[in-house]
């Protein structure tokens, strides 16, 4: 098995793709028989393979050093082709949809692709590829942007993770501070990022126009392949999250006021949840990954071999440093069949974080590596996040490794913010709502539209005397926004789900870890409320299941005692 580093990068050059693909299609086509139907599907997945393959090792490379000339000229290459390689697929979708030996494809490939197929024929149209590449190079021009911080603070040039390890200080003054240098980067580029966003939600409207669509919010749930539920359906769940959520997210922060001391939490405060000071995990980012290998190694036979796997051939990148882009993911490579897990450490328990979410995104991409239908090696995203959000419950008997004496704090912190984290999750979807359906709203109306989402679902926030945040700001350091609309809500119905299942190990761990392995191990063979079902989890759009999942969560915080926190 190579390593990471030694994973060899070839241009998969747009010709020889378009003709080798073409030619599959022809012969599909003409096919007697769906035997070679089926020979033509895989020709055709081989080189979609090899392609995503060497598009995923170019972004790793690049996200890596941003600085690197060769892999951003790559990327570049990439941008302007996706879309034409998305057009061969959508031909091959034609084609799939219309076989005459449709029943016995779906005997051998199962229904949902051809799910997948037809929805993505609805977003495609060759008269917008020009649009998915502009789109792709506005996408560009954000992430750039961002990676191009380099604040001045602390006695050092700091990147925006960099920097955030500075809101969780115990020093308020430092808090304050780190915050104010934060926004400053904002402020100094709000006209670069409102005018980014402008042109995608323009164009975004323009292509759903174009293929149809009355808005771009039927046209961004189409993209993110919800093929069984849809926009009414998700302001219903905001709305279980406004009644139910909002109400002891209020009372978590009232506590958090008290504990810290304070007359009033502004927003600086929110990321000190704890006087003493967050739980900081202990060790070196050595004895970190070390410790989750033995993590991994005594939770399941499954996760020893993963954990392995992927220690053994260097496929993480988790240390922060100058010229690397922001952030943290998982991705995967299909010809090497390998999960790849992407971080910026900064000290704070984001770390532990990414060996159990992103950990959690990698086993179950691990799991299903072997899928022949590359539609199948990922489900949509509310449905990844639930692979990685349990796995961070699932991981809490091992929390004592990194946390030590913190390891009731870190959990009291954990199942807190997840908590905190639904009413800002639903707001960020709320957002984007009515940005696109109102695509002519000004730069500053928008902001207008953010505040007030903000006020519904976050009343405690208190933006102090920070008059570029009050003006309704926050939403642009939410990268999500500008590169996948409609995403951000993903999490937050995911984040229910995992309370579930955090709610069901209390009860029986067995039976919950083995329901989880057949959740990672459908991968995305079926549609998210199809993927429930086999997890054994309700579904977070029937009234009263969000207050059902977190109930139990809120009652497991107030039950520990956080006087001495
Ligand atoms: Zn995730």
Redesign the pocket.
Known sequence: MKKFHEFEYKRPEYESVKASINTFIQEFKTATSVTRQIECVNGINAVRRDFESMSSICSIRYDMNTADAFYEAENDYFDEYEPLIQELVNQYYAVLVDSPFRNELEAAFGHHIFNLATNEMKCFSPEIIEDLQQENALVTMHTKLISSAAILFDGEERNLAQLRAYFQSKDRSVRKAAYEAYASFFSDHEAEFDNIYDRLVKLRTKMAKTLGFDSFVEMGYIRLNRTDYNAQMVAGYRKQVLEEVVPLALKLLEKQCKRLGLEALTYYDEPLRFKTGNPQPKGTPEEIVKNGMKMYSELSRETKEFFTFMEENGLFDLLSRKGKMGGGYCTFIPIEKSPFIFANFNGTSDDIDVLT??AG?AFQVYCSRNYAIPEYVWPTLEA??IH?MSMEFFTYPWMELFFQEDVLKHRFAHLSEALLFLPYGVSVDEFQHEVYENPEASPDERKKIWRNIERKYMPMRNYADNDFYEKGTMWMRQSHIFETPFYYIDYTLAQVCAFQFYNRMEQNREKAWEDYKNLCNAGGSKPFLDLLKIAGIKNPFESGSVKESVLEIFKQVEAIDDSDF
């Open positions: 979410h992103e995104h990844c996040e990685s």
